[in-house]
């Protein structure tokens, strides 16, 4: 089946500053998602991105499908940004969302 | 609040017991998808229903199962309980298939004593 590799697996940063986190995946897709798992648990849908550029406030993600990678941008850190990051894809011709092992963000005051 | 609910939000239960884990989607969602998280998996696809059809299974073991009711809930039930089965479950909808977006309910967090 398909691959979903995230990297880093860990991230610390200061409040303010800037990141990127990235999702390689292994075959085509069309669906892929980005989540942000807050510390009480919730999975929370930050875009749905299988190709081309997205934009929400502070976020951006960029998936470049024809090379088989996304980027998550966060700019500006705030605490409530910390969390673990997940990608998830979809195949072509599969019906599950396959998730990478996440990137867990710190960011501290 | 994505839309999807789940209950209970927490269950403590004893190994050899089943209990139930139910989901309403998001209003106009006809696909539902349950998924575990747990420490040494992370998170992984279960079963996918379709408007009361089963329409994709995933690492379901065969002590669970799963539906979908006329009103397009579902639930999840798990029998007996293993110390293994401790996770966080979430349910999901999307519009029709998976390569719509999926949202996330607030998930279920199973504890097996």
């Known amino acids: 089946g398909i691959q979903v590799e995230q990297s880093p697996p860990d991230l610390i940063l200061q409040e303010g500053a800037n990141s990127t986190l990235r999702c390689n995946f292994s075959d085509s897709v069309n669906n892929l998602q980005w989540f942000h798992q807050n510390p009480w648990g919730q999975l929370i849908n930050l875009f749905y991105i299988p190709s081309g550029t997205k934009q929400n406030g502070r976020l951006s993600a960029t998936t470049v499908a024809t090379e088989r990678y996304s980027l998550l941008y966060i700019s500006s850190s705030q605490t409530t940004d910390s969390g673990v990051y997940f990608c998830?894809?979809?195949?072509?011709?599969?019906?599950?969302?396959?998730f990478g092992q996440g990137t867990r963000l710190t960011i501290n005051p | 609040d994505s839309g999807v609910t789940q209950t209970p939000k927490h269950l403590i239960t004893a190994t050899g017991q089943r209990v139930t884990l139910r989901c309403s989607p998001r209003s106009g969602d006809l696909s539902v998808y349950w998924y575990q998280q747990s420490l040494d998996q992370g998170l992984q696809f279960l079963i996918q229903y379709y408007n009361g059809e089963e329409r994709a299974k995933g690492n379901i073991l065969e002590r669970f199962s799963a539906q979908q009711f006329p009103d397009l809930h579902s639930e999840l039930n798990l029998s007996s309980l293993e110390l293994g089965d401790s996770a966080l479950y979430f349910c999901a909808s999307s519009v029709e298939t998976s390569t719509d977006t999926q949202y996330f309910g607030p998930g279920t967090r199973l504890t097996v004593l």
């Open positions: 998830a894809v979809v195949s072509w011709g599969a019906q599950k969302l396959v």
